[in-house]
């Protein structure tokens, strides 16, 4: 199987899972053959690929073009993280007023066209998966590898991190510890790492599908006031992702 | 329910230095689980000295919220924020491995490994919890499961009376307390001279032979009941449920579910904090050269949870929540031959936005 590792606006962290991943990729050297990784290889294939990871939302024209032309080269097209499943950090652009933003950041134009939002891959093209997370966990890369391997669908989590919270026998912080948790509306999959140290889960893992973020915010009303954490949520990683949206 | 019998001549009166020795007993005969303090709550967990129990702790809690004090006294609060579901029903339970050598498969069946389990300090709603779960994995399964049944069999309970209860608490309204009356191999109830013990089976005799202890005389009995009393009094009958499981069998319709779908966030926390709340799912976690098939706790409110041929059958949370309260107030008596819900409260307590469970039952049953 060919694959190819891509990267549009981002930080490069989620292609490291790769690199995490390195004595497993290399007994599966011979069923996965990475032709494009411009992060780990200075020798690089463009022809077709049986699966492309994608990193990073699409915020300029250039880009654009470009994942189209992946889409169009791809079999299988996998969104590796909050960047490319929901915008980023970068989105929260996306609510402000960006011409006044960008004068505010840059003395003079930039030489590329840059984009008013910054958008998901799935504004542009189909995406046959997302995976979650900022930055992603090798363990769900691993999974996709040995899905195809295997010929089954991955496992990767929908519900919501209260369940994997629980399921490691955490103490809900919000009931005990009067904290905001955004854990009810955000996929699981993180091993429920902030409130296993005692904070609220900030959805890096970005929203559930059909979040109740009316219901999140009257419920949080005595811990914080609705309007703050909406805030919280425009200035997070997955802002633009399109389950939420259209909330905020 | 079953009652492992509470004969007469059964009940002792016993000295704290007695009850710090019977701990000593438990801990050597059994893995001992008991209620600890641990973030700020009260929790079952695996204790190996007397000194670490909640002694003289109470809970306080509310919808959506819990809070620990201080309190003069011993057992002082109500249930730990966990049940004994943990123990028999673990969260995550590896059922089986698969390992690849050379070019064969090799299946290794993982059971529980067999040691004794002792639940120290189990209340009428939990003990009561435990026959549901038998009922479910064991008694009413024409399948009964061999790794609950394996750590069910190892299983030996301390219960104890409770003499207080929290605003969430509503076993009177369910019928399954606060009174202990069955299910357990030794009972407590504190009292102001002592602590009433009181053996309800042949190990439980057992297990207090060499303890230093004095027969416990009518007025003992007789304080202990007016503490049940007085905690049945600190709760309030919420609904009748015969009638209500009755009329919620018409109450079908969504207009009656909407309300509190628009509250709901569908985060499962009501079914994993429930004693009862038994789903499960299998989970394949794969590896290149070794699998492994673990059950672990799901949820009816998980958005996988109705998903068939990638199509979820309830989208909307209101049809979640319509699910999870009819089956434990009304058609699990058709499967199990009891309510799903023993009224612990803890659905309510640890609902992050505070949901009350009573108060729907009895908005959907007047409406
Ligand atoms: S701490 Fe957060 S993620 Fe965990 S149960 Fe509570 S609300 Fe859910
Ligand atoms: S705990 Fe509350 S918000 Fe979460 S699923 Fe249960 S009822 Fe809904």
Redo the contacts between chains.
Sequence with gaps: MKVGVFKFSSCDGCQLAFFELERELLELSERFQIEYFLEASSENRWERFDIAFVEGSISTHDEEERIVRIRESSKYLVAIGACAVSGGIQSARNYENFEELFRRVYEKPLGYGISRLSRPLSDFVKVDLEVRGCPISKDALREILLSHLYNKSPNLPSYPLCLECKRKLNTCVVVAHRQVCLGPITVAGCGALCPSYGRGCYGCYGPVEKPNLEALLEGYKGLMPSENIKELLRLGFNAYNPNIRVML | MEVKGEDEGSNYLIDLDSLVELFGILSQRYRVWAPKV????I?YMPTSSFGELALGYRNIELP????LKKEEGYFTYTHP??SLK?LLHP??LPLMRVVKQSSELLFDYTMPNGERLCLFDVRACDLWALEVLDRVFIKNNPKPDPYYKSLRDNLFTVGVNCSYATSTCFCTTMGTGPEVRGGYDLLLTELKEGFLLQVGSEEGREVIGPLKKRRAEERHLQEKENIIKRTEGMMQKDFHRQEARERLYGRMDETYWEPVG????????CT??CPTCFCFDM??K???SESYRVR????CF???FATLHRFNLR?S?HSRYRQWLMHKFAYWVDQFGTYGCVGCGRCI??????IDVRQEVRRIVQA
């Excluded at chain 2, 959506?64 to 809070?67: D, P, R, S």
């Excluded at chain 2, 628009?262 to 926390?269: E, I, M, S």
């Excluded at chain 2, 307590?349 to 505070?354: F, I, S």
């Design positions: 641990k973030d700020g709550v929790r959506g919220y819990y809070e924020v966990n943990e969260p995550e628009k509250r709901c966030l569908a985060c499962t926390n994993q904090v989970v394949e794969n590896g290149l672990a706790w799901d949820s998980s958005p996988s989208q949370i307590t640890w609902c992050p936005v505070g």
